[in-house]
């Protein structure tokens, strides 16, 4: 096995301050320190081969704490873990050596100050780099015409563009790419997911994503959700995915009747449920008055949601 993860777990302590109301023997208010210990995963095992396979989740469930554990960038607390038969904590220089990583906002490989074009013949020269690969992914994904703009001056898609073509010129064993299709135009979404269907064929790579049309490459599917990780077949979560709608609804009263609906999101500007495709035509009739909703589909976050409120349907 590629990767293999037995019981690991990994917590983070946060630590706050409440306000403490003003007593009558000291006569003013003051602030008592509080630590909460939350779990981001806790005992989870898992197995990784050859091929691509995703890691799932909602907004803070852990996907990229699980990311970082497995890079090595932050130990976890307790369980065991081996990547390509390296033990992740005693042997993690080892480790290093066969990944490669991109990060949300990973651009911090690269300096500002210096063109896409200088950037790339340090990165070469210091990492061993292939720079006609660099220059055959650069044009594949639609950044050549920037070689000689300072890399400060791309706009946040472009830098993500070169964070993943810097990841995958390092021609590692392993990939972990958290969300790497996100916040890319859709031509570029469409050739990262050509380049990773191609790279899988002969490594691992491990991604993390809210994107249903992701998960179609994968070979296998994790859901991490209330610090558990759990494998669902690829398959029914794409047919779950085609059964439902999102509805959301601007500016919503009180008084809605949505009873029964899986409520994804609320406030006072908006609500958003999960609809089935039979109830989105009565739905819609019963929200006659309303001028802005918007009928989309859901993402894989949203599914998440969905398969672990089956058996709690949320009240309003």
């Known amino acids: 096995m590629a990767i293999e993860a037995r019981e690991l777990s990994k917590s983070f302590r946060i630590n706050s301050k409440l306000p403490i109301p003003m007593s009558p023997s000291s006569k003013k208010a003051g602030q008592e320190g509080v630590s909460i210990e939350r779990k981001v995963f806790d005992r989870i095992s898992f197995t990784l081969d050859n091929g691509i396979s995703c890691v799932v989740g909602p907004n803070g469930s852990g996907k990229t704490t699980l990311i970082r554990v497995l890079s090595t ?9 081996t990547v390509m038969s390296y033990d992740l904590v005693k042997e993690k220089n080892h480790v290093r050596s066969i990944i490669s990583t991109m990060f949300q906002g990973g651009s911090y490989f690269f300096d500002n100050q210096l063109t896409v074009g200088e950037n790339i013949a340090f990165l070469s020269e210091v990492l061993e780099l292939d720079k006609e690969k660099i220059r055959e992914l650069m044009e594949v994904m639609g950044v050549n015409d920037y070689i000689g703009f300072k890399f400060g001056f791309l706009s946040h898609g472009n830098k993500k563009k070169m964070a993943l073509i810097r990841a995958i010129a390092l021609d590692r064993p392993v990939l972990l790419l958290d969300e790497p299709t996100s916040d890319l135009d859709f031509a570029a979404r469409m050739a990262v997911r050509k380049i990773l269907q191609d790279i899988g064929e002969k490594k691992t790579v491990l991604i993390t994503t809210h ?3 992701d998960i179609e490459l994968c070979k296998k599917l994790l859901i991490l959700y209330d610090a558990a990780l759990k494998e669902y077949d690829r398959n029914s979560i794409l047919k779950l995915a085609n059964s439902f709608k999102v509805i959301s609804i601007e500016k919503p009263n009180d008084n809605l009747g949505l009873e029964g609906y899986v409520l994804l999101s609320k406030s006072r500007e908006q609500i958003r449920i999960l609809v089935s495709n039979q ?6 009739r019963k929200l006659q008055g309303y001028t802005q909703v918007v009928v989309g589909k859901p993402n894989i976050s949203e599914i998440v949601i969905y398969i672990s409120r089956l058996n709690n349907r949320s009240n309003w």
């Open 73 to 81: 960038d932050i130990p976890p607390d307790s369980g065991s873990c």
């Open 211 to 213: 994107e249903i049309e």
């Open 279 to 284: 109830e989105v035509e009565e739905l819609i």
